[in-house]
């Protein structure tokens, strides 16, 4: 089967009238993969299959994977083997969020694309830190390219003036800064503020319950906690960083916030590659699972085994709590107004990046009659 009809898409259809969106409805395609895929199958075989099958946060999807079945074998890696899957996480983190920063967020809003070079200097940084015996000199050179192509001024000037609120200071200079600008100018500073519900930090217990319940499949659809669809994010993560209340304070939790919480999100991966994650795995010999953290948010993993056979195989990405049918995404949506379907398209395409689906998406807007 091709993995593009394993990945699947999201549909997210809005209905429209004078102006107003009137309904909205997110309908994913994604497959459970998991008995249906992995059953039968060696446990140590897994993380090379998930690997292969998701590209998007590929190392968070492996490094979850074989942790969850090292666990359900009752193995357990050595530490440095675990240092060097958290500092690769860490790198892919960084540099997601450099990507969705300087291509998907300036597509989104119809703003100048990097030039090829650009994204070529990018990649082959990538390289370089993951192959660098000491990382520092290359992430000095990371530093270098941020400040260069998308803040404009030094980190530690960004930071200061984003903790003070200074906004014409940041728009001054940077991709990030004309990103501010455009979206002010259209008067979207906050758009999409709605309350949201931050995903709290839930034990291995309370996963491996959720997990092996008897409505397992309908929580993988669409999960909860307690009945409520709860956010996970770079926001959700930033959530109490300080350099975040001023932003909070001004435009709720509106593009602005979301777009300040991802840089800040992103100069946290830069400057603390090497930190250990969260405590968040647990699990006994047989059940295995694995909680970690990626650029789009918290991702979850559960395997169980006999005989060193997969018997299920669960996987909760972000992505199913950020776009549940009456998460985050949905409230946002239901609060637009625009002057056409063009503007509310655009409209919807910004809220749907800030929140940065791992799959396809189509967008349909239909007037409603």
């Not at 690997?51 to 530490?79: D, K, N, W």
């Not at 990538?126 to 520092?136: G, I, M, V």
């Not at 694995?290 to 991702?299: E, I, K, P």
Request: aromatic letters at 6%.
């Amino acid at each position: 089967m091709p993995t593009n009809l394993l990945t699947g898409q999201l549909t997210i259809r809005l209905r429209w009238r004078q102006g107003k969106v009137t309904a909205v409805h997110i309908c994913s395609s994604r497959l459970r993969l998991g008995t249906r895929f992995f059953a039968g199958k060696p446990v140590d075989s897994a993380p090379k299959l998930v690997g292969m099958l998701f590209s998007l946060c590929g190392t968070a999807q492996s490094v979850a994977s074989a942790r969850a079945c090292e666990q359900a074998l009752g193995q357990q890696a050595s530490p440095e083997a675990e240092q060097q899957r958290d500092f690769q996480i860490r790198v892919e983190a960084l540099f997601e969020h450099l990507l969705r920063l300087s291509q998907d967020w300036n597509t989104a809003l119809g703003c100048e694309l990097p030039a090829p070079a650009e994204l070529h200097t990018l990649f082959k940084l990538k390289r370089e830190l993951l192959q660098a015996t000491d990382p520092q000199p290359v992430l000095a050179e990371i530093r270098q390219w941020l400040e260069t192509h998308l803040l404009g001024m030094p980190t530690s000037e960004w930071q200061e003036y984003c903790c003070i609120g200074d906004v014409n200071k940041l728009v001054s200079s940077g991709k990030i800064g004309n990103l501010v600008s455009v979206l002010q100018a259209r008067g979207w500073d906050s758009l999409g503020d709605t309350p949201i519900h931050l995903l709290p930090e839930l034990a291995a217990d309370w996963w491996q319950q959720r997990l092996a319940s008897a409505d397992a499949e309908n929580f993988m659809a669409e999960p909860d906690v307690d009945g409520q669809a709860c956010e996970t994010s770079a926001l959700t993560r930033q959530w109490g960083n300080p350099g975040l209340q001023v932003w909070r304070e001004r435009y709720g939790n509106g593009l602005i916030t979301r777009l300040v919480a991802r840089v800040l999100d992103m100069l946290y991966s830069l400057h603390t590659p090497l930190e250990r994650e969260w405590p968040g795995s647990g699990g006994t010999p047989q059940a295995g699972i694995s909680l970690l953290q990626t650029a789009r948010g918290l991702l979850a993993h559960r395997v169980t085994q006999q005989s060193g056979l997969i018997r299920d195989y669960q996987i909760v990405a972000p992505t199913e709590w950020n776009f549940h049918p009456r998460g985050s995404l949905q409230n946002m949506l239901a609060t637009l107004q625009g002057k056409d379907e063009a503007d509310l398209s655009q409209q919807a395409r910004i809220l749907i990046t800030a929140l940065d689906p791992c799959v396809d998406y189509q967008l349909e807007i239909i007037p409603d009659a």
